[in-house]
């Protein structure tokens, strides 16, 4: 950890209240409590699953952003695009 900052590596798994991220790497910053996830990054909330290969999440806010294309899967509907927001 420097600054704050904490880099995790291999099956990442970050719970934030009913957010559940997983991804294989995850740079995590406790002082602005953002995470920036990248490979299969998974971000879901029990109702809505967001999916992307690269995802920043601000925990406060409770808002991420993907790039690289991703989708969103909510009640059988899924959503893709090539960069977005979800909150």
């Known amino acids: 950890e420097t600054q704050g900052l904490v880099e995790m590596e291999g099956a990442v ?5 009913r957010d559940t991220l997983t991804a294989s790497t995850v740079t995590y910053n406790s002082n602005t409590k953002t995470s920036a996830a990248v ?6 909330d029990g109702e ?3 999916r992307a290969p690269t995802v920043t999440y601000d925990s406060r806010a409770e808002v991420s952003a993907f790039t690289g294309g991703g989708r969103i899967e909510h ?13």
């Open 48 to 50: 809505s699953v967001l």
């Open 39 to 44: 490979g299969n990054v998974r971000l879901g």
């Open 75 to 87: 009640q059988g509907a899924v959503l893709p695009s090539p960069t977005g927001t979800y909150s």
């Open 13 to 17: 798994r970050i719970i934030s209240g």
